[in-house]
């Protein structure tokens, strides 16, 4: 298996724009998470989603961010506009439930630059 | 609510040094326990685990052990190599309480100078 694939790799863009992070979990896996690690504020989950459908966004910082899962091999968060403190690496990460101890494996991750 | 607390870091170590990282958590259920690696440029990746209390995790050389009595999953090596070097990172879940989240810690960098 090829593992989480995420894209871009990296991202530089300018305040205001809009940004659209991509991931496609491991095939089979029907639990997807996305995370933001900084090193003021370490590893956070942003959002979760089981069988396609977001089951704890309490980690989204606000309305400018926004995650979809259209199907069970893709999913997208988007930020709108973005701004310089969103500079981050953002993480996806897939699990599945039908395993006990529910291990989630990471994607390379994204590193974000709004300049 | 549940949280994970880990040694603060950086850690600066020799080479074969023993190497061990403190981690304590709190959690309302019966957790899991997970220690995460993450190498330079890297996502995270699984290391070692152990779902019920008195399990041992092992794996590459480093062990965990669950302690219930003390809440604690230390990460241990006897001897560490320059390979080593990353960001260590302290998890729990819930599961038993049908919660697939991940509680990290903060993460603890460990260097080993050859």
């Known amino acids: 298996d090829a593992g989480v694939i995420q894209s871009p790799r990296h991202e530089v863009t300018e305040m205001g724009q809009e940004v659209t992070l991509r991931c496609k979990p491991i095939?089979?896996?029907?639990?997807l998470f996305w995370y933001r690690q900084t090193m003021m504020r370490g590893l956070e989950l942003l959002i979760y989603?089981?069988?396609?459908?977001?089951?704890?966004d309490s980690g989204m910082p606000e309305d400018r961010f926004s995650a979809k899962m259209p199907n069970a091999s893709f999913s997208t968060l988007k930020i709108q506009p973005s701004e310089p403190r969103d500079s981050a690496v953002y993480f996806c990460?897939?699990?599945?439930?039908?395993?006990?101890?529910?291990?989630?494996?990471f994607g390379p991750g994204t590193r974000l630059t709004v300049l | 609510g549940d949280s994970v607390t880990q040694m603060e870091g950086p850690v600066t170590l020799s080479e074969e040094a023993f190497l061990t990282i403190n981690c304590t958590y709190t959690?309302?259920?019966?957790?899991?326990l997970f220690w995460y690696v993450q190498y330079p440029g890297e996502g995270l990746q699984l290391l070692l685990k152990?779902?019920?209390?008195?399990d041992k995790g092992s794996n590459k050389g480093f062990e965990a052990t669950y302690r219930k009595e003390t809440t604690s999953f230390h990460l241990e090596k006897g001897s560490v190599q320059v390979s080593d070097s990353a960001v260590y990172f302290c998890?729990?879940?819930?599961?038993?309480?049908?919660?697939?989240?991940?509680?990290f810690g903060t993460g603890t960098r460990l260097t080993i100078i050859p």
């Open positions: 095939s089979g896996h029907n639990s």
């Open positions: 990460a897939s699990s599945s439930t039908s395993e006990y101890y529910n291990e989630q494996f």
């Open positions: 959690a309302t259920g019966y957790p899991s």
């Open positions: 989603f089981n069988n396609n459908v977001p089951i704890d």
């Open positions: 152990a779902t019920k209390a008195d």
């Open positions: 998890a729990l879940s819930d599961v038993n309480f049908g919660n697939e989240k991940l509680t």
